[in-house]
């Protein structure tokens, strides 16, 4: 998945530049991204399933860069840290410091991702101070440390240091930008989450009744928004 991204990157910044208006700047971007979910998990409790639910945000800061490759159209790549909490109260596989595995639920966990994003977009210049942008862009979250947090003993065997694909999103941005000069520009957007696929995480116990009781998380519906910063290079 990861060496597909970049090879989808590399043929993304190959493109000939063909045409641009005169403020379509290929362009050097920071984004914050705030995201809001309501997830659901997965287990069974004598013979009985459970879905416990819970609301929790997410955040995280990548780096990107914008191409424009036909007048206002653009493609878009980045990569940065991106943090997935769930405030999901949940049973899962907790080794106490003395070895012994006690039955342990969280209170809630999170997942420290590497984050891959890749895109399309178009930018509309309302006027030389302002202009708004529609973003359609394809996430992937790998992980390479887990936290689970639980109440059997706080702060002991929580951190664990995996690295597995967590899951992909895709999602639609709504951005409006303010120009600070002729290169720098703010921008704020809404996020929308139109799919979200979380992987199994096997510290979570499997059973027989059911194939997704070890999935990260189910989540039901989501909501966000993120700042940004760029920076327009020279053609």
């Known amino acids: 998945m990861i060496k597909r991204f970049f090879l989808l990157l590399f043929l993304s910044s190959s493109i000939k530049l063909y045409s641009q208006d ?81 039955l342990v639920s969280t209170t809630n966990y999170s997942y420290h991702n590497i984050h891959f994003l890749l895109g399309v977009g178009y930018q509309k210049n309302i006027n030389e101070k302002w202009a708004v942008t529609g973003q359609l862009y394809y996430n992937i979250y790998n992980t390479y440390k887990q936290k689970y947090e639980q109440g059997y003993a706080p702060g002991k065997n929580e951190v664990y240091k995996k690295n597995f694909m ?3 999103m895709i999602n639609l941005d709504m951005r409006c930008e303010r120009y600070i000069n002729n290169r ?31 999935i990260a998380a189910e989540t039901k519906f989501s909501l966000g928004a993120n700042l940004s910063f760029y920076y ?4």
């Open 184 to 214: 720098v520009s703010l921008g704020a957007a809404i996020v929308l989450p139109v799919y979200t696929h979380w992987n199994d995480d096997t510290i979570f116990y499997k059973y027989d009744y059911a194939n997704d009781t070890q």
């Open 232 to 235: 327009k290079l020279k053609r």
């Open 166 to 168: 967590l899951g992909k």
């Open 22 to 102: 005169k403020n379509s700047s290929n362009k050097l971007g920071f984004l914050i991204p705030i995201v809001w979910n309501n997830s659901n998990g997965v287990y069974y409790s004598l013979g009985r399933r459970k879905e416990p639910s819970g609301n929790a945000a997410s955040y995280g800061i990548n780096i990107n860069y914008s191409h424009f490759v036909y007048k206002n159209f653009f493609v878009i790549g980045g990569v940065g840290y991106y943090r997935q909490r769930f405030n999901i109260q949940r049973p899962f596989q907790y080794r106490t410091p003395d070895g012994s595995e006690p």
